[in-house]
């Protein structure tokens, strides 16, 4: 694989020398140079453009043009060689140049191996690789604990920009979304505030996010002073060891990043972090929902429950760190407070070397066999490891049903059940669909590339940090024609950002054999070297299963069971799963429920907004009405937890893996489009506006009125009465006066054939909008034609009240109406 890499860089190199350099050779040899010898006079070029053309003139068009993309190509190629001298992950892009930029960018990367490929060999042996990196996303997982460090300031320098600040100073350009968060709106030290991303000026002083900066190398540590942190045992300095006798556990992580289990199991710490805080996060759920009890019921005191003994022991050993290293433990929302990332991981710890150093595994373009008794524990572990770094849609692992029920000791009918719950757990039936699911996303992700024109899913994430691309790694038995076609697939994993785990050899890839204890007896592919004589971190199939139902965030819907009401009674059975009501306060019904489903403030507003634009909104048109006053919200955190508990409650299965359930989105070059799917989503809205169209365009008396009916039946009330914000007033009074309408000519339709009716209909109008004086006199009319004085002049009484309270005075055409109305039972003809 090497000389391959070699070869390839060679030919590399060829073409960029025969390119740059060959081609003005040669044509000049054979055409000249482009320029003429002197400058033209007017007369001389237009001489040239009447005479007869002898067919020199198009062929000095041709030469201007390929000289020209010579010297484009040349310019893509000097700005690749620039930025990587310089460091940078991805040089600046130039328009109209992407395709050109992307060969070159190939073109320059392939060639550089020449140069690393010889240096890497001769220091692989002794450099180590990085060390193991905290992730910290949001539940379910936390990933290293940040030493605590002093508040980090940056002084902008000329030229400065916030993506070059956030690579140079933490290691990653995406990261300028959190230095923006930390500055927005502060005033610098010359007085201007800080308004826009765009635009910093020299001697401002940036506030950085706190803890170890990425790029620095953290300082050695007394390996036998901190091997408490982790609960492993390391052998004193100077002691004795036996040449022929096995490296021990103890022994092989000189870093202190794993933690042995009582099973015999090996964790990375971060691991143990993550599933520990989600037990955290699960933990103060249950806490908010509880439901104190009445004063029958006496007040008891009981114990917490107990978590899962495999979830309890990483949680003690995880909490036992902080105690040895001399901190206070902290608590479990100080947990979750830290666990404040989206990035997608670009590697993870699989485990470590008997040198010391970890084992780390690239996940993007990731080709990795494993065979022998002690690979299926590894396969759960990293399996687990990703998923709880899935959140916000950072990682996605796909397998096929029978992989999950042997890898992931979970019983037959619970793996789907587990793909709905879990962030980033995607199960299929067979293991041809997991390849069908893996090819339609590498697919799907390269005509991205080509639509948006960028060479890399991270310049992607860049340009579009709310876009939905998580790292995919593919989890498959062996078989040898999906080998080849995730072969192919993967030979542009680096840019798709998709990798594949098989359980067994992968002829052309890494391929480990994993022996009893888990570490590796032989190895052959490009990663030997990584892998040879390494232990990996592993776990059991019940492990892996407690494990997983940690990783299940809370759902918002989850209360203790309340006795059904009997207005609640009235359970949703229409053919879609949900029913949305906002005529009157927000409601969502589930199909088969009786009660409500509690959702939050901001998922009622979201569903509000989408369902008064039916059609779909933009992003930003979303984002700007769920918060008008801030800025870098992300919107895909809130939709995902309110499709969530959608799907909780509904138990839907999504039969379209790569379409969102209940609120569609569809990606656009420059944006993303949001709209509630009808055809699992009900709104009372929709069907009220349905049925007002039905009135304007029937012909017969029956259906009008038949259609009226439907329409005043849907007349509940303001738009999502109680639901207070901004964008909703401009659409609220219109609703409610279209409601009061419809409800008068209900009224006027029953009049004469029932009077109680209309009466009945005519009231709701006025408590709709009591605004409406006319409706009062209607009221009135009826009443005393049912005889019902006193109820009229309670009725007058009201309309004068309500006119007191607003600081009028009575109209005295209305007043004089009335006046007859109740002396005579009719209007004044005047």
């Given amino acids: 694989m090497i000389l391959i890499r070699l070869l390839r860089a060679l030919l590399a190199t060829a073409v960029l020398v025969t390119v740059v350099i060959g081609f003005p050779v040669l044509f000049h040899s054979v055409a000249g140079f482009p320029f003429p010898d002197h400058f033209p006079t007017v007369q001389e070029v237009a001489d040239r453009l009447t005479s007869r053309d002898d067919g020199t003139l198009f062929i000095s068009v041709v030469e201007i043009v390929a000289w020209g993309a010579w010297a484009s190509f040349c310019l893509t190629v000097v700005m690749e060689i620039v930025a990587r001298l310089r460091g940078l992950r991805a040089a600046p892009q130039l328009r109209g140049l992407g395709g050109m930029q992307r060969l070159a960018a190939y073109l320059v990367a392939s060639a550089a191996l020449a140069v690393s490929a010889p240096v890497s060999a001769a220091t692989a042996a002794v450099a180590p690789p990085p060390p193991v990196a905290a992730m910290a996303p949001l539940h379910p997982q936390l990933a290293d604990h940040l030493d605590a460090s002093e508040e980090r300031f940056h002084r902008v320098e000329p030229g400065d920009t916030l993506r070059e600040i956030a690579d140079k100073r933490l290691g990653n350009p995406r990261r300028w979304v959190k230095i923006w968060k930390l500055n927005a709106y502060s005033r610098q030290p010359d007085g201007r505030v800080f308004t826009d991303p765009d635009l910093i000026h020299p001697r401002w002083k940036l506030r950085l996010p706190t803890g170890k900066p990425p790029a620095a190398e953290p300082a050695r540590k007394d390996p036998a002073a901190d091997s408490s942190a982790r609960g492993i045992r390391l052998p004193k300095p100077g002691a004795v060891q036996t040449p022929s006798a096995k490296p021990s556990v103890e022994q092989a992580f000189r870093s202190s990043e794993a933690i042995e289990l009582s099973s015999g199991s090996l964790v990375a710490f971060a691991y143990a972090a993550g599933i520990s805080t989600a037990y955290a996060a699960n933990l103060l759920h249950r806490r908010r929902r509880r439901i104190p009890p009445s004063i029958p019921e006496g007040v008891q005191i009981t114990p917490e429950p107990e978590p899962a003994p495999a979830v309890r022991e990483l949680r003690r050993a995880h909490r036992r760190t902080f105690t040895e290293r001399g901190e206070d433990v902290p608590t479990d929302a100080e947990l979750l ?59 996605e692992v796909v397998l096929c049903t029978a992989l999950a029920e042997s890898l992931l000791g979970l019983p037959a009918d619970e793996p789907d059940v587990m793909a709905r719950a879990v962030p980033g757990l995607t199960v299929v039936p067979s293991p041809e669909e997991a390849l069908k699911r893996f090819e339609e996303t590498h697919f799907t992700r390269r005509r ?51 990798g594949a785990l098989v359980l067994g050899p992968w002829t052309g890839s890494t391929t480990c054999e994993v022996d009893d204890d888990h570490r590796i007896r032989g190895v052959e592919g490009p990663l030997a070297e990584t892998f040879e004589g390494a232990q990996l971190f ?185 639901l207070n914000t901004e964008w909703i007033e401009e659409h609220r009074y219109p609703l409610t006066r279209s409601q009061a309408d419809t409800l008068s000519q209900l009224a006027e339709a029953y009049e004469t054939v029932d009077p109680e009716r209309a009466l009945d209909a005519l009231e709701r109008a006025r408590s709709l909008d009591p605004d409406v004086e006319e409706t009062y006199v209607r009221i009135v009319r009826l009443q005393l034609r049912l005889g019902r004085r006193d109820e009229a002049g309670r009725t007058v009484q009201l309309l004068r009240q309500h006119q007191s309270t607003l600081g009028i005075d009575p109209d005295l055409l209305i007043e004089k109406r009335l006046f007859e109305i109740l002396r005579t039972g009719e209007p004044s003809a005047k």
Avoid at 367 to 372: A, D, F, H, P
Avoid at 463 to 474: A, C, F, Q
Avoid at 687 to 699: F, G, N, P
Wanted: aromatic share 4%.
């Fill in 448 to 498: 991205m590339l080509l639509e948006r024109e960028a060479s890399t899913l991270g310049e992607l994430r860049e340009r579009d940090p709310g876009e939905v691309l998580p790292v995919v790694v593919l989890v498959a038995e062996p078989d040898d024609e999906a080998s080849k076609r995730i072969t192919a697939l993967l030979g542009s994993g680096q840019s798709t950002g998709m």
């Fill in 337 to 395: 407070r830290q666990a404040d990332s989206t990035d997608v991981p670009d590697g993870t710890a699989i485990g470590g070397r008997p040198d010391g150093d970890p084992v780390r595994l690239q996940l993007a373009g990731l080709r990795l066999g494993v065979t022998g008794p002690g690979a299926p524990n590894v396969a759960r572990y990293l399996i687990v490891d990703l998923l709880r770094q899935a959140s916000d849609f950072r990682a």
């Fill in 538 to 722: 592993h776990i059991t199939a019940d492990e892996a299963a407690a494990h997983l139902r940690e990783l299940v965030p809370p759902s918002e819907t989850e209360t203790e069971e309340e006795p059904s009401s009997p207005a609640d009674a009235d359970a949703w059975d229409g053919p879609e799963p949900v029913r949305l009501s906002i005529l009157g306060p927000p409601t969502v019904r589930v199909r088969g429920r009786s009660q409500p489903l509690g959702l939050s403030w901001l998922q009622l507003n979201t569903l509000a907004y989408l369902a008064l634009h039916p059609h779909g909104v933009t992003r930003d048109q979303l984002t700007t009405a769920l918060w008008p006053d801030e800025v870098c919200k992300d919107i895909h955190n809130t939709l995902r937890h309110l499709r969530n508990a959608l799907t909780t409650a509904t138990g839907y299965v999504n039969p379209e893996p790569r379409k969102a359930p209940f609120i569609n989105a569809s990606t656009t070059k420059d944006s993303a489009v949001y709209r509630i799917d009808p055809k699992l989503v009900s709104v009372d809205l929709w069907d009220y506006q349905a049925a007002l169209e039905q009135v304007r365009t029937a012909s017969r008396s029956a259906d009008r009125l038949a259609a009226l009916q439907k329409a005043a039946a849907l007349c509940q009330g303001e738009l999502a009465h109680g």
